[in-house]
């Protein structure tokens, strides 16, 4: 199946442009989006973590031992 296409004129060039490179600007707002999203990630996964070490510490300081309890490992 052959389609046929014709020139396009300078004004429908640079509005073709002009949508690409709006779609370029989007595409790069949602990566940046998506990197901050990662980041958060690694920092609430590093606060559980020390969330964790802190309970354990107090526990230590009453001399008790902390309930042990099995968490699913994430990703």
Do not use: F, H, W
Not at 15 to 36: C, F, H, P, Q, S
Not at 43 to 61: I, N, P, W
């Amino acid at each position: 199946m052959s389609v046929e296409r014709k020139p396009l004129d300078d004004r429908q060039l640079d509005a073709l442009l002009e949508r690409l490179d709006a779609l370029t600007a989007e595409v790069r707002g949602i990566n940046r989006k998506l990197d901050t999203q990662e980041g958060l990630l690694r920092v609430a996964r590093e606060l559980s973590t020390l969330t964790e070490s802190l309970q354990a510490l107090a526990y230590a300081a009453l001399g008790q031992q902390s309930p042990q309890v099995r968490r699913r490992r994430s990703g």
